[in-house]
């Protein structure tokens, strides 16, 4: 847990439209990266599948890990694409669970996340107690 909300002024109930600049700015790159990590991604494993075609074996995981690669870089990209939705219309920042606001703090280190710290943790605690 970091101490950034010490520095950060309280939250109004309305956004503030400077931060809100920051979370887009924060998205916009976020896509951006995630956009290129895919591109690079899937090059290598058309490269992957050009090596096993000529006979040359890559290692036998190496497909496999670039193939989760790509889908955890998907899932995330289109988490963020949901984040600027959420922005457009107007419910950027409001947890899915207890519709409560999402402390700027969280929203910094990771603007994309729908759910406040409190209703994530419960739902890990759920999580654990039916070993699912």
Request: with cysteine; hydrophobic share 35%.
């Amino acid at each position: 847990m970091t101490n950034r909300s010490k520095d950060l002024p309280p939250r109004p109930a309305q956004p503030d439209m400077i931060l809100l600049a920051l979370f887009q700015s924060r998205l916009r790159e976020r896509s951006l990266y995630l956009g290129e990590e895919i591109r690079a991604q899937r090059s290598r494993l058309s490269t992957h599948a050009q090596r096993a075609r000529m006979g040359d074996m890559p290692k036998p995981d190496d497909g496999g890990t670039v193939l989760a690669r790509i889908e955890r870089a998907e899932q995330a990209l289109a988490a963020v694409r949901q984040a600027q939705d959420r922005i457009g219309r107007g419910r950027y920042g409001l947890c899915d669970e207890c519709q409560q606001l999402i402390g700027w703090d969280e929203l910094l280190e990771a603007p994309e996340q729908t759910v406040c710290r409190s209703c994530s943790r419960f739902g890990e605690l759920d999580v654990l107690s039916t070993g699912t």
